[in-house]
């Protein structure tokens, strides 16, 4: 099983969609939660980290449930410029103080007019 | 600099010749960080560098690989004898602190697409 497993889409949506995406991760011990966003041949980005009282910015809605070890992103009114992929990521290791993380294979999607 | 820099951005090879990758981290970030993405998937770590030592390489696939940070500013990573295997888009990532808080927050470069042929 992979630590951390993603549904890869790709999900095409139409403009002002509502889309949403998860992530399993496998580790419990795991301490910290992001989602990250890929364009197209580019580096990965932050776009966000996931509080277990879940946080909100702007258009996008992150989920924790350390119970089910399951996380989620929620966009709402998708605009073309959301096309990308999605990577949701994990700091494993129980405690570790840096950045070595765990990412999922990313989830595709395509915003069209 | 105002970003991680890496050079270069393609490099195309030959199976068993040696490459080097370069790394230029933001001024003032003292850990560094290796990772690799293949094509489809998610980046896979490699190495993590706190100033001029590292501190963690447990995702070097083999002996193969090699980093180096001499002077606590540039990292240069170093693949011996390469395989095909070893085509993929070397992205390094520079965090302000070594402590929890900052440490997640990764910048990454642009990548260095190595293609091995």
């Known amino acids: 099983r992979k630590e951390v497993e993603q549904d890869p889409g790709p999900f095409n949506v139409p403009e002002g969609a509502t889309v949403a995406f998860n992530c399993t991760y496998s580790?419990?011990?795991?301490?910290?939660f992001f989602w990250y966003r890929q364009d197209c041949r580019k580096e990965p980005k932050l776009l966000m980290s996931?509080?277990?009282s879940g946080n909100e910015d702007g258009r996008f809605t992150a989920q924790l449930n350390r119970a089910s070890q399951y996380i989620s992103l929620l966009i709402r009114d998708s605009k073309l410029s959301d096309s990308a992929t999605y990577l949701c990521v994990v700091n494993p290791a129980g405690g570790t103080s840096y950045g070595k993380l765990t990412f999922g294979q990313g989830t595709i999607l395509t915003v069209h007019p | 600099g105002a970003g991680v820099s890496q050079t270069p951005s393609n490099k195309v090879t030959e199976k068993g010749k040696y490459v080097e990758l370069r790394c230029d981290p933001i001024?003032?970030?003292?850990?560094l960080y290796w990772y690799r993405q293949s094509l489809g998937q998610g980046p896979e770590f490699l190495i993590y560098?706190?100033?001029?030592?590292?501190?963690?390489d447990s995702g070097l696939p083999n002996d193969r690989f090699f980093a180096v940070r001499p002077e606590g500013s540039v990292s240069t990573l170093k693949i011996q004898r390469t395989e095909r295997g070893d085509s993929a888009v070397y992205l390094c990532?520079?965090?302000?602190?070594?402590?929890?808080?900052?440490?997640?927050?990764?910048?990454f470069g642009a990548g260095s697409r190595l293609t091995v042929l």
């Open positions: 580790n419990s011990a795991s301490q910290s």
């Open positions: 560098f706190q100033g001029t030592g590292a501190a963690d």
């Open positions: 001024s003032g970030h003292t850990a």
């Open positions: 996931v509080y277990s």
């Open positions: 990532a520079s965090s302000k602190t070594g402590s929890a808080s900052g440490a997640n927050v990764l910048t």
